[in-house]
């Protein structure tokens, strides 16, 4: 099955989408070129077959293959199934894209919360750079809408100086400023959280088109004070 899929992503290959993605992804060198769409409907045609043949014979030879394992996650109807799935997984994640392919993927996380926290825990204190970055795509994908205290609990916690991570955590604390304006400058103000993070925060909300001319300016004051 995977020689031919591999020759399959060969021939779907697209040199000038290989060049642009190569820019994207910095030290990842098994690029094929595969559009994102075009995976996602070969993922789908795994899921439903014998998806756990593809998953056995994966060797993650080709960027694209580790991308449709991280789609074909989020297709499994069984929870449990796709919960070890994707504990199995996370050490796989080696560039944003895969961790944010398999983020938006696993829409499974949302159904049981307190179960997707047991897993989060086990990896936000990571020093290691993606599984850092999957607990804040996950949170900022899945939690703020209605759990917003445990989300900026975990970036007032946030340890990591690795950069993809450190995005992750600032691209959170701006969704937050964008759904819970008040309280998020609020909680900013009173806490100290990672420097970095709270200056890139700011400059990622303000460059929303979600947030008022008013709750800009305000932002742009503050980050005045910080520096």
């Not at 779907?12 to 070129?33: E, H, R, V």
């Not at 297709?75 to 994707?86: P, V």
Request: net charge positive; proline share 2%; aromatic share 14%.
């Amino acid at each position: 099955m995977i020689n031919d899929l591999k020759k399959e992503l060969m021939e779907l290959s697209d040199k000038k989408y290989q060049a642009f993605s190569s820019k994207l992804l910095p030290n990842t060198d098994n690029i094929l070129g595969v559009r994102l769409p075009v995976l996602r409907k070969i993922a789908k045609r795994i899921s439903k077959g014998n998806y756990n043949l593809f998953l056995n014979q994966n060797d993650n030879e080709f960027f694209e293959l580790t991308i449709i394992e991280a789609m074909l996650i989020g297709m499994i109807t069984n929870d449990d199934e796709a919960f070890y799935l994707l504990e199995k997984f996370i050490p796989k994640i080696t560039n944003w894209s895969t961790c944010d392919t398999l983020c938006a993927s696993a829409k499974f996380l949302k159904k049981d919360k307190e179960r997707t926290k047991k897993l989060l825990n086990k990896y936000l204190n990571s020093s290691d750079e993606f599984e850092s970055r999957f607990c804040y795509v996950v949170l900022l994908m899945y939690f703020i809408d209605d759990d917003y205290d445990f989300v900026f609990t975990c970036i007032k916690n946030f340890n990591n100086e690795k950069y993809y991570a450190k995005m992750a955590a600032a691209w959170c604390l701006s969704i937050c400023l964008i759904k819970n304006f008040n309280v998020c400058f609020k909680d900013i103000e009173e806490n100290i959280i990672s420097p970095w993070v709270r200056a890139k925060g700011i400059t990622k909300a303000i460059e929303s088109y979600q947030l008022s001319d008013f709750q800009k300016e305000k932002l742009k004051e503050y980050r005045k004070i910080l520096k």
